[in-house]
């Protein structure tokens, strides 16, 4: 009686924090949805979007993420907001790559690096270099994947951010 008492509590200790993060997720996105009903149509409202996009992975709604990634880039293209219109293809490109669909999120992850590249956003194009590199890795491009993550890593050292150094180091290992 007591072991099955002691294995219970350690199972719903271990199983807590997996709730309370799926939790704060959910918490996130009806928190966002409830701000983008009476949001204007303005870059705080791409923002928000992109965040919604970016909550629903973390909760591996995938087909929501992608349909709120599309629903951004019109909008950002609409207002002509270019940062706006990165990000959304970004959040479109982890959408893809995360349901298996790695072509169309090579695309997006292209098409959110030109942008970064005009509008000369170094940390938005360290972090295509790297998303670049992932979908080339998962091709067994180890070459072009390790190019893309050596380039990610120069810019972000260039930068000093310091976290997505690690992150660069963690995917060149």
Known sequence: MLKR???YGILLCSLCPVGLVAQTVMYKIELLQKILKTARE?????????????????????????????????????????KGMADAYTNIGQSNQLIGNYAEGLKNFQAAFKIYEEI???????????????????????????KNYQASLKIREAIRDREGIADSYYYIA
């Open 42 to 82: 303005d870059n705080n409202k791409v923002n928000t979007l992109n965040a919604l996009g970016i909550q629903q992975c973390y909760h591996a709604n995938y087909t929501e993420a992608l349909a709120s990634g599309n629903t951004t880039l019109l909008l950002a293209q609409k207002i002509k907001y270019k």
């Open 120 to 146: 000369n956003d170094k940390k938005g194009l360290s972090a295509s270099y790297n998303n670049i590199g992932q979908t080339y890795s998962y091709y067994a491009n180890y070459p072009e994947a390790m």
């Open 5 to 7: 008492f002691i294995l």
